[in-house]
């Protein structure tokens, strides 16, 4: 009798614990939920805003073409080209029509995109280049009518809004199919004696020049640590060829950078494509001034149209420079 009273008092201790720990774990958990507050419902829509293929999601507002065209050259040509055909390593946006079957497929808005609306997610969420989600509802209705109207998929007076986009059948739109291969294999993976006769190599990456061995990326990379300012800012001007030259007078989508040091900022008068902030500016490229702009465009001139984050790097810039100060002498 005693040992039965004993056995269900540690019982009841036991279990007295038990809610004691479960209470003190509730307490804490509710002090967890008290942290941080309630987001709101234009906080929640800050962050909403994905379009779905069918259009759920499409933000009111309107663009055609004509309107897009202008928008476009001004904060995409950049890197994409007037007419969509693409500028040095950036996508190609128009044309690849009947390549998707061919040994050389080019991947383009209007050769391979399945929906239109998607189209107007991506440039809503990712574009312009260092300026995501800087552009309003009709710019962005605008450039994705300009973008279609070049791939000859709509007319150039055809008025994007949230109705007529969800409306526009591309091309590549019945090019998908479902992937109905199951998630995991069937079977018993064979792990012994797999090969019915044995495997002979024919090849190696290295022999043919495919993919470079270790010890080829160590040496290389060796050759550049070892290699002056000079040579380093070279090889790091080529991200900026693209958009520069350095022949006097040679414009692509930024001026010429022929005679840049000392030079006052915005004032190559054949450059038609300054943007407003630099036209404006009122000052000298010095060499701490170039430093600053190339260590992050934005920063230093905000409003500036160059598609480039900056360079992260203070020695990256200062090879730059070196090589600057020496190509771009008059």
Not at 111 to 131: C, E, K, Q, V
Not at 266 to 294: C, H, M, P, R, T
């Amino acid at each position: 009798m005693f040992a039965s009273v004993k056995k269900c008092f540690n019982v009841l201790v036991i279990v007295g614990l038990f809610c004691s720990a479960t209470t003190t774990f509730a307490a804490n958990k509710v002090e967890v939920r008290t942290l941080g507050q309630k987001a709101s419902p234009d906080q929640i829509q800050g962050w909403d805003i994905d379009i779905r293929p069918d259009g759920l999601g499409l933000p009111e507002g309107s663009g055609d073409a004509t309107a897009g065209e202008d928008v476009f050259i001004e904060k995409c040509a950049a890197c994409h080209g007037e007419f969509g055909e693409g500028a040095g390593r950036y996508p190609v946006l128009t044309g690849g029509e009947g390549t998707l079957d061919s040994h050389d497929p080019v991947k383009t808005v209007g050769s391979y995109w399945p929906y239109a609306t998607t189209l107007f997610d991506y440039i809503n969420r990712a574009m312009p280049f260092g300026h995501a989600q800087s552009l309003s509802s009709d710019e962005v209705y605008g450039m994705t009518a300009y973008i279609l109207y070049m791939n000859e998929i709509i007319d150039d007076d055809l008025a994007l809004n949230a109705d007529t986009l969800a409306r526009v059948e591309m091309p590549n739109r019945y090019g998908f199919i479902e992937d109905d291969r199951p998630d995991v294999p069937t079977g018993e993976p064979c792990m012994n004696n797999c090969l019915s006769k044995p495997a002979t190599v024919v090849g190696h990456a290295r022999q043919v020049d495919v993919t470079p061995e270790k010890e080829l990326e160590t040496a290389t990379s060796a050759k550049i640590a070892e290699a002056d300012g000079f040579e380093k800012g070279k090889t790091i001007y080529a991200q900026c060829a693209a958009c520069h030259s350095l022949a006097d007078g040679e414009h692509r989508f930024g001026p010429s950078l022929y005679g840049l040091i000392d030079r006052k900022a915005g004032a190559e008068v054949q450059f038609l494509n300054y943007s407003a902030s630099l036209a404006g500016a009122d000052f000298i490229w010095s060499e701490d001034k170039l430093k600053a702009f190339l260590s992050s465009p934005q920063t230093f001139l905000p409003g500036t149209s160059m598609p480039f984050f900056g360079f992260d790097n203070s020695d990256t810039v200062d090879s730059l420079l070196i090589y600057l100060k020496e190509a771009t002498k008059k």
